[in-house]
């Protein structure tokens, strides 16, 4: 019953996020400071009054397969029990993982069911609002892993839309290119040595 549910990583629309001003990114000293260290989660139910305990409990427990930022949407018309259930993760902020989870429950709901709401919500344990960059627990692991062991100059770049990213020693151009790779076409650096 949940084999179709995927971590999705498109996001059509997206609101603001908090990464650096367009142009500016952030020492690798700084980006570490700002995301949360380690692969924890906390799972958060949103809009659940639709779903009896059982199925709430079954939402709840899908958060050990939505890695951060994640978000599940569903429609009160059709419920938790549809064959299209997509779960969005691996974005580098809550908004788009939200965004993605809606684009996808809109996209596949029946016509004549009520609009989709945001039924989980899975965030890195220790995450703040307003802090200047967020990741996705990969482009994290990366970040503090192989990218620290670059020698500079290197670069990270993220794709908001898509929830790609790439690293690069060298210019900024071969981080962007390598998020790029995928079709992300809104790669911009966000971290810089």
């Given at each position: 019953?949940?084999?179709?549910?995927?971590?999705?990583?498109a996001?059509l629309a997206?609101?603001?996020?908090?990464?650096?001003?367009?142009?500016?990114?952030?020492?690798?000293?700084?980006a570490?400071?700002?995301v949360?260290k380690?692969?924890?989660?906390?799972?958060?139910?949103?809009?659940?009054?639709?779903?009896?305990?059982k199925?709430?409990?079954?939402?709840?427990?899908l958060e050990?397969n939505?890695?951060?930022?994640?978000?599940?949407?569903?429609t009160p018309s059709e419920?938790?029990?549809?064959?299209?259930?997509?779960a969005?993760?691996?974005?580098?902020s809550?908004e788009a993982?939200?965004?993605?989870?809606?684009?996808?429950?809109e996209?596949?709901?029946?016509r004549a069911?009520a609009?989709?709401?945001v039924?989980?919500?899975?965030?890195?344990?220790g995450a703040?609002?307003?802090v200047?960059?967020?990741?996705?627990?990969?482009?994290?692991?990366?970040l503090r892993?192989?990218?620290?062991?670059?020698?500079s100059?290197?670069?990270?770049?993220?794709?908001?839309s898509?929830?790609?990213?790439g690293?690069?020693?060298?210019?900024?151009?071969?981080?962007?290119?390598?998020?790029?790779a995928a079709?992300a076409?809104?790669?911009?650096?966000?971290?810089?040595?």
């Amino acid at each position: 019953m949940f084999s179709t549910l995927r971590c999705g990583m498109a996001a059509l629309a997206l609101t603001a996020m908090a990464l650096p001003a367009l142009g500016e990114s952030l020492s690798f000293k700084d980006a570490r400071k700002a995301v949360p260290k380690g692969s924890r989660t906390v799972a958060t139910l949103i809009d659940t009054s639709f779903l009896d305990d059982k199925q709430q409990a079954i939402v709840k427990s899908l958060e050990a397969n939505i890695p951060y930022y994640g978000a599940l949407a569903l429609t009160p018309s059709e419920g938790l029990f549809v064959e299209w259930l997509n779960a969005a993760g691996q974005h580098h902020s809550i908004e788009a993982a939200r965004a993605a989870a809606l684009d996808h429950c809109e996209a596949n709901r029946k016509r004549a069911s009520a609009p989709c709401v945001v039924v989980l919500e899975v965030a890195p344990r220790g995450a703040k609002d307003g802090v200047a960059l967020s990741l996705s627990a990969p482009a994290n692991e990366v970040l503090r892993d192989e990218y620290r062991k670059l020698k500079s100059p290197k670069a990270m770049a993220i794709s908001e839309s898509t929830g790609a990213f790439g690293i690069a020693a060298g210019d900024a151009a071969g981080a962007i290119k390598t998020c790029g790779a995928a079709g992300a076409t809104d790669c911009k650096v966000v971290v810089a040595d």
